[in-house]
Antibody, heavy 120, light 107 residues
Framework: QVHLVESGGGVVQPGGSLRLSCAAS????????MHWVRQAPGKGLEWVSF????????YYADSVKGRFTVSRDNSKNTLFLQMNSLGVEDTAVFYC?????????????WGQGALVTVSS | EVVMTQSPVTLYVSPGETATLSCRAS??????LAWYQQRPGQAPRLLIY???TRATGIPDRFSGSGSGTEFTLTISSLQSEDFAVYYC?????????FGPGTKVDIK
């Protein structure tokens, strides 16, 4: 079955950087697009970033554009999110999510999430 | 960007009854609409995509309808595990956007 496990979350000071990873198993990782979606404490869901199966296409939410970079290593079945210039507004649980094969735009499997806390 | 709104904010329903949740888009998204369920402390789970197609393993008491700008999620014969927050999400336009959620709570 599909298994997505995020790691790399933690506490970071404003202006700092963090790199999240998402280890995928149970499916052909190199054939699926992947997303990052975040959820601030007690708030709703916010789409963050998308990367195509081969890494050739990437999209970002305006709120993270220029600060976050999504990447993937298909040889290691792993998705990454490099987050720079973090602000308190970036405090959230970050989920990696798989696209369906029908459309890049919705998420048919989710990881359990990694908490990122930006605080001085 | 496409702004998604959901109503009501909280819906109080008794077990065994039917819950009707609404989702509206600020511009047409065609049938590019998905619904997710999120239980406390858990990741979201895909329920519906294409506005009306149930995802794999989703019970048939969940049904979706609508197109364009108006969508509905109906949950019939509510079970205890259905009390959760439900989000709609459009995927016709980038950036992808979610509604703020509707909490279905026990009456």
């Amino acid at each position: 079955q599909v298994h997505l496990v995020e790691s790399g979350g933690g506490v970071v000071q404003p202006g700092g950087s963090l790199r999240l990873s998402c280890a995928a198993s149970g499916f052909a990782f190199n054939t699926y697009g992947m997303h990052w979606v975040r959820q601030a404490p007690g708030k709703g869901l916010e789409w963050v970033s998308f990367i195509r199966s081969d890494g050739s296409t990437k999209y970002y939410a305006d709120s993270v554009k220029g600060r976050f970079t999504v990447s993937r290593d298909n040889s290691k079945n792993t998705l990454f999110l490099q987050m720079n210039s973090l602000g308190v507004e970036d405090t959230a649980v970050f989920y990696c999510a798989r696209t369906s094969l029908i459309s890049w735009g919705f998420f048919d499997s989710w990881g359990q999430g990694a908490l990122v806390t930006v605080s001085s | 960007e496409v702004v998604m709104t959901q109503s009501p904010v909280t819906l109080y329903v008794s077990p065994g009854e039917t819950a009707t949740l609404s989702c509206r888009a600020s511009q047409s998204v065609g049938s590019g609409l998905a619904w997710y369920q999120q239980r406390p402390g858990q990741a979201p789970r895909l329920l519906i995509y294409g506005a009306s197609t149930r995802a794999t393993g989703i019970p048939d008491r969940f049904s979706g309808s609508g197109s364009g700008t108006e969508f509905t999620l109906t949950i019939s014969s509510l079970q205890s595990e259905d009390f959760a927050v439900y989000y709609c999400q459009q995927y016709s336009h980038w950036p992808l956007t979610f509604g703020p959620g509707t909490k279905v709570d026990i009456k």
